[in-house]
C-alpha cells in the first residue's frame, strides 16, 4: 500500500492507494452526514486542480488525475473513488471545454505565466521551476530550478523577477542571476504582484484568522485590505487591470467551506462569487472578465465536484469546463 495526493498545495489531499486493475489507484475515507448515498459524509477528492489561463486567453491549464468510478462499499462502509493514476499529470483544454488532453506526466503546483505566455513559473516539491511553453504545451527539456526551499511563484510585469515563498517569508527572485531579497515581515506568504509592478499582494497570519495585505515591491506601507476575527484567507491575486482583488477564503469559522471571493483593489465590496465550496488555487481570464476555479463541496458525491468551473465576475454567472466523465 503507498500514499499518493492530489490538490492544490494548501488543500493537498492525502489518500491511501492500492492497485487495482492496471496502474489505477482507490482512495477512501468516511466521516458524518445525512444522505441518502451512505449515512456518513465521504471525504472526496478532487479530480482536478490548480487550473491556470493561458495570457492568450486559448487554453487552461491544469493537473488532472481522470475519475474511473467511484461507489459505496458497504461491506467497508466507506465511499471509494478509483483514479486513472497513469493518466495523472498537467493538461490543458481550450477555453470554450473542446481538446481537453494531457501534456505533461506529472503534478504542477502553484503555476504562474509570464506575461507574454512564453514561460512558466510553478513549485514541485519545494521547489520554484520556470519552464518555457505556449498555450498548445510546454518544452519541458528546457525546465530549471530557480529557488529551493520555496512555493508559491509570481511573476513580475516585466518577467525580470519570481517572488515567491520561502520560510522566510516572501522573497524575490532576480533571473538575472543576483541574490534574492526578502521583504516585509517573516510569515508574509503567497505573494502576487501588481500588475503595474509597484506593490505586492500576500498572506498575514495572525493569531486567530490569516489577512490580505499589500505593500510596496520592498515590503514597505503595509496596508490590510481583509480580515476579521476568525476569517482565513488563500491565493489572493490582482485582475489583470489591477482594479480587483480575487481571493480563496471564509469569513468565520462557522463555515466550513472556502469560497471564491472578490474585492475592489482597496479592499472595499468584498463579496462571495460562488455559494459552493472551491479549492483553494484559481485563475483570473486574461480579459478580467471571467475566474477559471475548482468547485468542491464537502460530502457532493455528484459528477460536477472536483471540476473546474468558470465564474463571471460581474453577472455571477456560472459554466462547467471540466467534466467527470464517466461513473459506474
Known sequence: ???????????RLVRLTVAFLSFVSVSSCSSDRSTLLAPNRPTLFASYSAPVWHPSGKAI???HEPLVTAYWDTANGRYVQVFAESLSGFWMVKADGSGQHRIVSRFIDDP????????LAYGSSGTIFTVSGSDTGLMMDTAREIGSGASS???????SSIAGSWDSGIEILSLSGSARRTIGEPGWRQPDWSPHGDSLLFLVPKMDRTEIGVADSIGQGLRILWGQSESNAWYPKWSPDGSKIAFTGRANNSDLANRLWVMDSNGANAHRLTTEGILGFFSWSPDGSEIAYVRMNLGDTSLSNGTIWIVNVTSGAKRQLTFNTSLN
Open 1 to 11: 500500500m503507498t500514499l499518493s495526493s492530489l490538490g492544490t498545495p494548501k488543500f
Open 112 to 119: 504562474d505565466w509570464d506575461a507574454a505566455g512564453t514561460t
Open 61 to 63: 491549464m491544469f493537473d
Open 153 to 159: 511563484p509570481s511573476w513580475s510585469p516585466d518577467g
